[in-house]
């Protein structure tokens, strides 16, 4: 098995080991399934919210989030949408009827989804064992089906909390996408997806001039200006909304879905649980490449001018031959 790749700062400001929280969408696979194997993994307890979440609580790890990922379902709106389709619905029926039908249903294409709590990062590897169980227990994932836009998200503790660390990892970010795209093979469902919507071109040129140097104030103004959603493949709105909760609650954002955390949402991934040579220290490697770029100004500077004097890409280009020259300089 690939070997978890350590991280440059190991340390949050306050002097303890940060902690990376891992979010997981699988499918074939239900959530008390997924329940029973986590507590024989971790110790626990499962309580059943509803047919589309449950708890386990008091696991050696801490408390793990299980759901059917549709917000749709959870809020039971579905129930106004099937009744203007003139389907007839009984509000009054035993709770939970209608639920476990929909939540069999929904399951085939709307994912489940693990949400492990925040774990020291050196402990990924135990992680990885409840993967590895998941795997043996039949969960599928991205590559399973055409419509299994399936991805896994890293939340990684910040080492410092400072306008220049921040704007480093976006620009090493920025200029290691393509490479993570190609070096991950991720899946042209999740390409396609909205979620992972690249950032703008006119951002990434302003961020990468060697005299582009704001203040924290002035770094979330202009990844407002030009990134106002969740939606991208490094979603910084939780950090920000830790940081600056006045600037993101003025913005024109999905305010009731950011929850603000001192982290870094790395949404790019697939989740290929399902496949015997993949493991969690694929994507967690991917954004360590990215941390250590960061770590090195000089080199992140001279691979921006690169980037910015690279020719125009071809439509058939589709930035491989940007990751091509970025494999080889993280080869050397």
């Given amino acids: 098995m690939t070997a978890f790749a350590p991280l440059p700062h190991r340390q949050t400001p306050d002097g303890s ?3 990376v929280g891992v979010e997981l969408e699988m ?5 008390d399934a997924i329940a029973a194997i986590i507590i024989d993994c971790f110790g626990g307890k499962q309580h059943r919210h509803s047919p589309f979440e449950h ?21 039971r709106e579905y129930l106004d949408y099937l009744e203007n389709m003139g389907v007839s619905v009984d509000r009054d029926a035993e709770p939970g009827t209608l639920e476990h039908t929909l939540a069999g249903v929904a399951g085939l294409i709307v994912p489940h989804e693990v949400v492990a709590p925040p774990i020291p990062h050196d402990t990924l590897p135990e992680l990885d064992h409840l993967r590895a169980r998941l795997q043996a227990a039949g969960a599928k994932g991205t590559h399973a089906s055409l419509v299994y836009a399936f991805g896994l998200q ?33 899946d042209l469902s999740r390409r396609l997806t ?30 407002l200006t030009d990134n106002p959603t969740r939606n991208r493949p490094l979603d910084m709105l939780p950090l920000f909304a830790h940081l600056s909760p006045g600037r993101i609650e003025a913005a024109p954002v999905e305010h009731h879905l950011i929850r603000p955390r001192p982290t870094f949402h790395y949404r790019l991934p697939d989740c290929r649980i399902d496949e015997p040579d993949w493991n969690l220290s694929m994507p967690w490697n991917g954004w360590v490449a990215v941390e250590r770029l960061a770590a090195d100004p000089q080199r992140l500077m001279a691979v921006a001018r690169a980037y910015l004097d690279r020719p125009d890409e071809t439509l058939a280009d589709k930035g491989r031959r940007w990751a091509t020259q970025v494999s080889d300089w993280l080869r050397r």
Avoid at 55 to 75: H, N, P
Avoid at 160 to 165: K, M, Q, S, W
Avoid at 200 to 207: F, L, N, S, T, V
């Fill in 27 to 31: 499918a074939d696979i239900s959530l």
């Fill in 194 to 223: 909205p979620f992972v919507e690249p950032f703008p071109a006119k951002w990434g040129q302003r961020i990468l001039r060697p005299d582009y140097a704001p203040d924290l104030e002035q770094l979330i103004d202009d990844y």
């Fill in 55 to 75: 708890e386990i609580t008091g696991t050696r790890l801490g408390d793990f989030q299980l759901e059917l990922d549709s917000s749709l379902l959870k809020r």
């Fill in 154 to 186: 890293l939340n990684l503790e910040l080492a410092r909390h400072d306008a220049d660390y921040i704007l480093r990892h976006l620009q090493a970010f920025l200029l290691l996408n393509d490479w993570l795209l190609e070096e991950a093979q991720t």
């Fill in 17 to 19: 080991l940060r902690r």
